[in-house]
């Protein structure tokens, strides 16, 4: 009998308690039972829970693209266009250039390590201003279309250098583009005219979910990735979702079944791919890779969003410097394309990891934000 499910069970449970007890972001805990437990053999990824774990990153993505508000974006279009690219470009080529020239890497492992730690987490950002409540003020709408900026860069990066297209990648790209086109033209027909108070049907997250699997079984198809498209789709969608809408109870109950079971799948499993004992055996390459990567990170967003924002800049540049999503990406990729043996791929994934934990409790515990 399988018991990984009734471990999972445990381990969201208690990731809930203790995120309460400390005031941390669920995720940073979640994550770090999944390092413990997959070092330790007590839990072991199943084909089913790493599905679930895929989904859960794009439901993730797709509910950040949710929250940005278009009208406040517009206006603000330059400032958070400025912060994502300098917060993409300074690590990558800081990163890029500690990894050829320092570490010695190749051309194809440097351009992969710059990219994966370009990135700005899309899942720990959202579930940081989701919890603590700062997903309406103005630093977190700021920071949900900074972290959307920065992360269309590390994809264009990623799918430029790294992904020759096919007939089925571009058969994918097609589809992204038609579901976007399509859901926000005509979403209106299930999201507004079909509404029924107290049902349970739940016909809109039926239809949210069928959407997002489309994106992801054609993204596998092309030997892509849907994380992208899904924000986009979020973003496209983000008009039927207003609080004085109709949809706006539809996305709070698609917010708690996403963080009641799927995207704590999705934390758990991303710590399970870390192997502590591969990170030791390159303590000194794993420690330096991490503070090049965080240094960029400052470098590339503090200055300028102490000068565009005025305000939580330091709360701010932390959570731009979390990783995750986009970069496991770009590891896994590199692990199945054969351009990381084990323990490189150990060892970026850990960064990877780290970077998620250490801003976000820095961010959480020293600079959280009183909500402007």
């Known amino acids: 009998m399988d018991i990984n499910p009734l471990i999972l069970g445990v381990l969201i449970l208690i990731s809930s308690l203790i995120s309460i007890r400390l005031s941390i972001t669920v995720a940073i805990i979640e994550v770090i039972f999944g390092i413990i437990s997959g070092n330790l053999g007590i839990l072991t990824p199943q084909s089913w829970m790493l599905y679930i774990a895929t989904f859960g990153g794009v439901l993730i993505t797709f509910l950040t693209g949710l929250e940005v508000d278009m009208d406040f974006m517009k206006k603000k279009f330059r400032e958070i266009f400025i912060i994502g690219f300098l917060s993409f470009f300074v690590p990558f080529v800081l990163v890029f250039l500690f990894s050829y020239f320092i570490i010695c890497w190749n051309l194809n492992v440097s351009l992969l390590a710059g990219t994966a730690f370009s990135e700005t987490s899309v899942s720990i950002v959202y579930s940081a201003l989701v919890s603590k409540n700062l997903s309406n003020t103005n630093v977190g709408k700021v920071l949900a279309g900074a972290t959307f900026i920065t992360n269309i860069f590390t994809a264009i990066c990623l799918s430029g250098l790294f992904i020759v297209p096919d007939t089925y990648t571009i058969l994918f790209y097609i589809t992204a583009i038609l579901t976007s086109v399509l859901g926000y033209k005509y979403s209106y027909i299930l ?182």
């Open 191 to 372: 999201l507004e005219h079909l509404q029924i108070k107290d049902k349970l049907e739940e016909v809109e997250l039926k239809y949210i979910f069928l959407l997002l699997l489309i994106l992801i079984f054609f993204a596998d198809l092309g030997k892509s990735q849907a994380i992208l498209p899904a924000f986009i789709l979020g973003l496209l969608l983000s008009k039927y979702f207003k609080a004085d809408s109709i949809a706006f109870e539809s996305k709070k109950r698609l917010k708690t079944v996403t963080f009641t079971l799927i995207s704590p799948i999705f934390f758990i499993v991303a710590g399970t791919n870390v192997s502590i004992h591969l990170i030791l055996s390159g303590i000194a390459i794993f420690i330096l890779l991490f503070v090049v990567r965080f240094i960029g990170k400052i470098l590339g967003v503090y200055f300028i969003s102490k000068k565009c924002l005025e305000y939580d800049e330091i709360y701010f540049t932390m959570m731009m410097s979390t990783s995750l999503t986009f970069g496991l990406i770009a590891t896994v990729f590199g692990l199945n394309a054969g351009l990381l043996d084990s323990q490189t791929y150990s060892i970026l994934t850990g960064v990877l990891i780290v970077g998620a934990i250490i801003p976000t409790i820095i961010a959480e515990k020293k600079f959280l934000p009183k909500g402007i």
